[in-house]
């Protein structure tokens, strides 16, 4: 490849994922507005552990049947067949989407009927109140599974045809349809019972009901994009000659979901073992961890899967490693500095995002302390999807499995040590760095591996790079908190609620801002697209 095409590559995967990073910011804003406003409404309580189990258990199942696989071997499969198939595809996308639907469906069924048995699963012995309310929301709301398997089907369906902007863009309608939701339940009279709790309550229903309507939304909004495209839904039977190879791969992607479920039901009730809200905590802090993750990695990941699964089938090894040291860079690039702002500000962003309604100051900084502790785990978190997506791309599904266990194992066993050493207002806490500490792990476990398998990886060029973003995050980290002290002292700011929106607001200026300008400073490659934008833009003015 020419110096010319290498430089050209990172603005191409920019304009790729910078179409779907606006839809998924608002996508994100969204489910982070929503998720805000159910834990204003029911507080850090058991309300609220018991909602947050119960709105896990669809996308769980889901998971576990069928969204670990088409996120991880569907695209590559449908990429190949869409090259190699004289119908470019098509009938191997319908044969999919078919099984999955009948494979959602079954268990849509047999989970509402064991739905005592699943919630019980993530909670803790002697928490009674928080597991039947738990199961009463489950009843509504796994319904979901169906509309998130077929959301998933079809979202991988248009990704395969480098349609990325309807599967971006449908979990807005969800959130929103949530939003609605969420409010209808602040408006409806009354209390919901907690003790013993009771499928007639209308506060109940609302909000059970409202959740899994918001997936099927997400899931309706997606099938016009396919008629747009010329592809015909339709069921579609029998047998595909690449049954076996999609049985094969499928396999050790079930293994990897069902160990991955292992760990977060062990992290779960290590979480809930400890104050009450212990599960919400956790959850919300893991929630806002993801948003950047959500906005850039998932964009920029979306982008070079694709091109990652065309270089494998090329046997282009050589292309590959190159793309997937562009990725390991630009996640880099793109998440130190947000997770550097979120180790300094975590504490104050819980108390700007959740001291609302029924949750004050005190609970809602006990989410950002998880936040700000945990937030080292997300450059590590970026890479290792990147390095498992490269195992799925070479049709390897059996060294990610093990990669997993690996993390989870390491995972499972520092959460149980925490739960014997801290004390109870800390376990969520310890949960949280634990989750974190598990993809450090992950990260140098795969990237070793890959060194093994495909030779050299350009490590020395990643490991500068992200040396190179902790050193300018550092000095911009430094020069933030000074600054936000300086101002909370000069206007003699005593308020918790007020001094935490001055540390975000003055400390994410001034990192974000400082961080990205010393990069740009240090020449960072994967800096130029943007440096030379703002250059084009200041010419024309």
């Known amino acids: 490849m020419s110096e010319t095409a290498t430089s050209e590559k990172p603005k191409s995967v920019a304009r790729a994922s910078g179409g779907m990073a606006i839809a998924t910011i608002v996508s994100r804003v969204t489910g982070l507005l929503s998720k805000l406003l159910v834990a204003s409404a029911l507080g850090v309580t058991i309300g609220l552990d018991a909602y947050t189990i119960a709105n896990t258990l669809p996308t769980v199942v889901n998971e576990l049947l069928l969204g670990g696989v088409l996120t991880s071997i569907a695209i590559p499969l449908l990429v190949r067949a869409q090259k190699d198939d004289a119908d470019h595809g098509e009938s191997y996308a319908q044969w999919m989407i078919t099984m999955g639907t009948v494979l959602m469906g079954v268990a849509t069924v047999v989970s509402v009927a064991l739905a005592p048995l699943l919630t019980r699963l993530y909670i803790p012995a002697g928490k009674e109140a928080s597991a ?22 079809i979202g991988a369906v248009l990704n ?50 409202g959740t899994a309507l918001g997936v099927g939304v997400q899931t309706a909004i997606m099938v016009p994009a396919l008629r747009r495209i010329g592809f015909k839904l339709r069921w579609r039977w029998g047998w595909d000659r690449r049954l076996s ?74 292309e590959l490693v190159r793309d997937l040291a562009l990725g390991n860079r630009m996640s880099s690039v793109l998440l130190m500095p947000i997770a550097a702002l979120m180790t300094i500000a975590g504490p104050a962003i819980g108390v700007v995002l959740f001291s609302f309604g029924k949750t004050d100051p005190a609970a809602a900084e006990r989410i950002g302390i998880a936040l700000a502790l945990s937030a080292f785990g997300l450059v590590p978190f970026a890479i290792t999807m990147m390095q498992l997506r490269v195992f799925y791309a070479l049709k390897d599904a059996r060294t990610p499995t093990l990669i997993n266990a690996v993390m989870v194992a390491f995972r499972v066993a520092i959460s ?43 490590t020395g060029y990643t490991v500068w790079t992200v040396c190179l973003t902790i050193v300018a995050s550092a000095i911009a980290c430094a020069v933030g908190m000074l600054a936000a002290k300086a101002l909370i002292s000069l206007f003699g700011i005593t308020g918790p609620v007020s001094a935490a929106w001055v540390k975000v607001v003055v400390e994410s200026v001034i990192v974000l801002g400082l961080s990205f300008g010393l990069l740009a400073l240090f020449r960072v490659p994967e800096m130029k697209p943007a440096v030379d934008k703002i250059i084009r833009l200041v010419r024309r003015r």
């Open 132 to 153: 039947e309310l738990a199961t009463v929301f489950s009843y509504l709301i796994l319904p979901g599974i169906i509309f998130y398997g077929l959301s998933a089907l």
């Open 160 to 209: 395969a045809r480098e349609v990325f902007g309807p599967p971006a863009w449908a979990p807005v309608l969800n959130n929103l349809v949530v939003i609605a939701t969420v409010v209808v339940y602040m408006i409806v009279p009354g209390e919901m019972s907690l003790n013993p709790a009771r499928m007639g309550d209308v506060k109940v229903l609302v909000l059970g009901i």
């Open 245 to 318: 190879e999609f049985g094969g791969l499928a396999f050790w992607v079930l293994l990897y979901t069902v160990v991955s479920q292992v760990g977060m039901i062990v992290t779960l009730r290590v979480a809930g073992a400890g104050d009450e809200g212990g599960v919400g905590v956790f959850t919300y802090a893991w929630l806002l961890s993801q948003v950047p993750y959500g906005v850039l990695g998932v964009s920029l990941l979306t982008a070079l899967m694709p091109r990652m699964s065309r270089a494998a089938a090329n046997h282009d090894h050589d």
């Open 416 to 458: 149980l040590w925490f739960l014997n050493v801290a004390d109870p207002d800390e376990v969520a806490v310890a949960a949280s760095i634990a989750m974190s500490l598990s993809f450090v792990v992950g990260a140098i476990v795969g990237q070793v591996w890959l060194r093994i398998r495909l030779g050299r990886l350009r």
